[in-house]
């Protein structure tokens, strides 16, 4: 029943967080859409859900390889970025015709988006799997590194200016909920069969990214789904110190007061480096 009632929460939590952020970025802000699908939402609740089922201490463990999973979201987002570019790229250079970017070139960008970017995720993981890392600091030392290097990259991703927004249907509303919902269920399921290590990395599997790239960039192109990946960085860093004040607070402070006093960490973080990077984050 626990787990039955467990993956529902996930689910619904997917639904909800997935639609709410392909809203936004159609009709708000793609960059403030990036910042959120890579916010410690999911995270929280697998790490959470870890020290309920499993206990604080082996929650505290999968935290230690949370960045790492974070710094392997990065690359995932890069590679998709390449992916998505890639046939058009060929097209160009093969002297075809390019088509409208109708519904088919769409998904052929998405598959490629997809093998590129999941190759390299999983090249990535399975790398540094076998590395020994005992120490929270030094994987969200790794992470906020990692996270600067690909700002930097990701700046030069192409800029888009929102059209005035269209209504989105319910049909469509639900359409992203199920998908969303469903694949953050399935990323759940596939973390709880794994130990401490594969489940902190898995904790920040981009079961959130993911629908969030495809759905946008099958609605509105490959220029929308790089411009939400441009801010992605400031999201993850915070997950990523997220993930170290669980590793660090659960044990001594237990499930409730340790989550409490991450987030309040990650808030502060977050807020004084948004407001730090406003003017950067708005001309990216």
């Known amino acids: 029943m626990y787990l039955y009632l467990k993956y529902l929460i996930y689910f619904i939590s997917g639904s909800a967080l997935i639609t709410s952020i392909t809203i936004i970025a159609e009709k708000k802000s793609p ?40 710094i392997a979201d990065l690359v995932y ?21 390019e088509g409208k970017n109708g519904n088919i070139e769409k998904i052929i960008e998405i598959l490629a988006g997809l093998l590129f970017g999941f190759a390299g995720y999983f090249l990535f993981i399975l790398i540094f799997s076998k590395f020994q890392i005992a120490s929270g600091w030094i994987s969200l030392a790794y992470l906020w590194i990692s996270a600067i290097v690909f700002y930097v ?78 801010s992605a960085p400031i999201g993850l860093s915070g997950t990523g110190l997220y993930s170290c004040m669980v590793w660090l607070l659960y044990p001594v402070y237990g499930i409730v007061m340790g989550t409490l006093a991450s987030y309040l960490v990650v808030f502060v973080f977050l807020f004084a480096l948004f407001f730090g990077l406003k003017g950067k984050v708005e001309e990216m």
């Open 153 to 230: 990259l990701f700046k030069r991703l192409k800029e888009i200016k929102l059209e005035k927004p269209k209504l989105v249907s319910a049909k469509e509303i639900i359409f992203r909920g199920l998908f969303g919902g469903g694949v953050v269920a399935a990323v759940v399921i596939l973390g709880d069969s794994a130990g401490h290590m594969w489940g902190g990395l898995f904790s920040s599997f981009p079961g959130t990214i993911t629908p969030v790239l495809v759905l946008l960039h099958l609605k509105n192109g490959k220029d929308m789904s790089c411009c939400v990946i441009k």
């Open 77 to 97: 987002m890069g590679l998709f970025a390449v992916g998505i570019g890639l046939p058009g790229y060929i097209q160009k250079n093969t002297g075809r015709r």
């Open 31 to 70: 960059k403030i859409a990036g910042i959120m699908m890579s916010l410690p939402i999911i995270t929280f609740l697998s790490l959470l859900f870890m020290a309920i089922s499993q206990g604080a201490d082996f929650s505290s463990k999968a935290a230690i390889w949370n960045p790492i999973g974070a």
